[in-house]
């Protein structure tokens, strides 16, 4: 399990390495053009249930700590499909995985 770190002082938030691996590419392209947005996630029945959102905005301080060193494949849709989900009216929200795109024949 990674974390996401954000804020100060620090609130850590675990997500499987993949999943976060993933937004962490949509996150910072989020970032990168200057926006903000909220993040939302269903919490483990283990912490109680429920839901979490975060306000992210490009000057609060924001790390990502993933357990695995090697990075995972990466999926371009579901990239494109969290980046996507930050544009509704509920902010970026945790989306399932699709089926990433087939490889072109050389």
Do not use: C
């Not at 399990?1 to 949509?26: C, N, W």
């Amino acid at each position: 399990m990674g974390k996401l770190v954000y804020g100060s002082p620090e609130t850590e938030i675990e997500f499987e390495d993949r999943l976060l691996a993933h937004l962490q590419r949509a996150i910072i392209a989020k970032l990168r053009r200057g926006e903000s947005f909220t993040i939302s996630w269903q919490e483990d029945k283990a912490q109680g249930g429920g839901r979490r959102t975060l306000w992210l905005h490009p000057a609060i301080p924001l790390q990502f700590v993933l357990d695995e060193s090697e990075q995972p494949e990466f999926n371009r849709r579901w990239v494109e499909a969290l980046i996507v989900s930050g544009y509704s009216a509920h902010g970026l929200y945790l989306v399932p995985e699709p089926e990433p795109e087939p490889e072109l024949a050389p």
